[in-house]
């Protein structure tokens, strides 16, 4: 009858398990897992004591030969790699599952699949074992079954580990959790609330835009506020290099819109490197572009080409009042002439717009602050634009015609001492100023310095007049030539040893005449009336770079000076210097610092007047109203220097002159011819100086015909009338 299966003391082969110990007996409680070793041999069995999950021991069943547990382990089933929870493998009815029915391996061959216990069942009644199976060794005899094991003491089983409390893991994470995003909380209100300024202050430089608000330059008016010269909107163009993608394409595109070679866009558009090492990402290829001709450039949309707002200075007259107004650089700062001098009062005061942008475009609700640009203000010069014009015109026929190098003609209000004209032979365009030659954009008016010669006369008879040496009636013996020391000044009228009058004297031009009267008069009462006159120093016209001039000091002065210095030799004066003493004597003695600028308009458009010319009695008005009548006979006496100064239906009193160009105190060739005139003579208006530097020509010859032209036009352009009477007879040789 074959073994029953549910026996739960049988084995897989249906024999009931074979065990040392007697039924009743319990096998030791304090060896584990960890602590016992396999044991195996030839058809022994042993027993194990095995942990269950909470750590009891159990055994599978009792075995009819005493109720051992029987176990199977491999070598390394001692070792247990969870010290606390270790792995139990618990099998139903003492099999080992997957195991086939035979005797047992004591090889560790592969056959194995790990560390396999089998626990005996606790049966109710079952007393311990008395001692643990021990663990065979391979080549031992097997222990006799007649031999009891050896009894040991039982030992306590080991306190089961204490399990972790998931409710109290789950507080701690929830507490963590809570903690962590506290404090974000505060550190997220932190940097939105206390630190918000100074963080967006950091990155704000980053975002910060500035874009230059130009202020526009003031312009220049005429007189009558007729533009002489005043700043357009315009634009400029720049390139990008490092956005440019075909240069030379670029190139020809931009050449005919904007009158450049293409071959010099190209250079500037090529990339190269600022000092600092840096690629530039800005080259200038136009300024002062019509807005207009910008709009055409900016719809081609070409790569790295861009464009923005700029200024143009425009000279509507071109070449008119060239050389006073001078011109601007692109940047709009004055470098010659009234825009050099009164750069700081017409340049104003840029503005910025400062703005965030983001993405290319300004942050809505972003910062932003403007400063407002201020305006340059104005200048309203005495210059009448017309009379400029036609004494410009007459004076550049006349130094052609003469071939002058050099000329320069001043047109002067008497009364007021304004300069209502004042030209310069060469000249240039200020529109255009560069190319040019630095000579031709020259003010001959104040850098002319000359010897006037003969004009210097009317200093000498006046000052001589205001001292008493001579009265209008005054005559006496003239030679045709008298000797200053080692230096002889003959006379280019002889008088022949006769009598002459000082009428006579100063339409003949005699310079042994006016040598004696000097003589009379003395050399240091001539230098006080040269220094009154305005001589030695500048004008103050308003031009920068004025010329000063040079008188020679009593200290310098030799024999020949006697002689030189009273008929204009040895004096260094520019046209305009000669121009405002003669004023002073059309102006009934009274000397009137000559001015160029009359106001100055605010960009309110307030006019201020400028500071009052300085003024100062020279001759009284009577002996000037004398001087004037001598001077007269220059215009009407036969044979007389400046006959071809006279203006038909008006009196002319002036004085001709030849002298010489000096350039740092030497002379040049050639002579300077000139003639200073003022015109109606009982009761000036006007005066007119013209100098002539030409190769040969006294100034009755070269600059007379040019007075004549432009004191005509004066006298009409102002609607003056008519002399009332003719002037008086003169007697030369009484």
Known sequence: MPPRSDDPRRDATGSRRGSSREPGERSASGRGAGERGAESGIGGISDARAYTPRGRTIREGASPAGGRAEQRRT??????????????????????????????????????????????????????????????????????????????????????????????????????????????????????????PAYADGGRADRLRTV??????????????????????????????????????????????????????????????????????????????????????????????????????????????????????????????????????????????????????????????????????????????????????????????????????????????????????????????????????????????????????????????QEGVITSDTSFPVANAIRKGDTWFPDTHFANGRRMSVAGMMAYSSNVGTIQIADKLGPERLLDYQRRFGLGKPTGVGMPGEASGRLLPLSEWSDSSRGSVPIGHSVDATPLQMAAAYAAIANDGTYIQPHLVKEVIGPDGKRTATEAPTTRQVLSPDNAAALRTMMEAVTTVENATGLAAAVPGYRIAGKTGTGYRLVDGKKQPGDVGSFIGMAPAENPRYVIAVFVHSPSGGGGKVAAPAFRDMMTFTLRHFKVPPSAEPAPKFTVFP
């Open 212 to 465: 230059q608000l130009p202020a526009p330059r003031g312009a220049i008016y005429d007189r009558d506020d007729a533009a002489l010269a005043h700043s357009v909107e315009a634009r400029y163009v720049y390139a990008d290099p490092t956005q440019v993608t075909d240069i030379p394409a670029t190139a020809r595109t931009l050449s005919p819109l904007l009158g450049i070679p293409a071959s010099e866009l190209a250079n500037r558009m090529q990339p190269r490197k600022r000092i600092n090492g840096v690629d530039s990402r800005f080259e200038y290829l136009a300024r002062g572009v019509d807005i207009a001709r910008a709009r055409e450039i900016v719809a081609l949309d070409l790569p790295g080409i861009y464009t923005q707002r700029d200024e143009r200075r425009e000279v509507p007259g071109g070449d008119l009042a060239a050389n006073l107004i001078g011109f601007t650089s692109d940047d709009m700062a004055g470098l010659e002439g009234l825009e050099a001098r009164y750069d700081d009062l017409l340049h104003g005061e840029d503005g910025e717009r400062v703005f965030e942008i983001g993405l290319g475009a300004p942050i809505p609700g972003g910062y932003s602050r403007t400063t407002p640009a201020k305006p340059g203000s104005s200048l309203g010069l005495t210059i009448d634009r017309d009379l400029q014009y036609v004494t410009q015109r007459i004076l550049s026929e006349q130094a052609k015609a003469v071939q002058a190098s050099t000329a320069a003609a001043i047109v002067l209000d008497a009364r007021t001492g304004e300069v209502l004209s004042q030209a310069s032979h060469p000249t240039y365009n200020a529109a255009k100023p560069l190319p040019s030659e630095p000579t031709d954009r020259e003010d001959a008016a104040t850098s002319f310095v000359v010897d006037p010669g003969s004009v210097h006369k009317a200093i000498t008879f006046g000052a001589a007049l």
């Open 75 to 196: 070598p390394r089933s001692s070792r247990s790699q969870d010290p606390f929870r270790p792995a139990l493998q618990v099998l139903d009815g003492g099999r080992v599952a997957g195991r086939q029915p035979g005797p047992a391996r004591r090889d560790g061959g592969a056959g194995r699949s790990g560390v396999v216990r089998t626990v005996t069942a606790r049966i109710p009644g079952d007393e311990p074992a008395a001692a643990p199976p021990r663990r065979r060794v391979a080549g031992r005899e097997p222990r006799r079954p007649d031999r009891p094991p050896a009894r040991r003491a039982p030992r306590k089983p080991p306190r089961p580990p204490r399990l972790a409390d998931p409710n109290r893991r789950l507080r701690l994470g929830t507490a963590l959790a809570m903690a962590m995003f506290v404090a974000i909380g505060i550190r997220l209100v932190v940097l939105q609330t206390v630190d918000t």
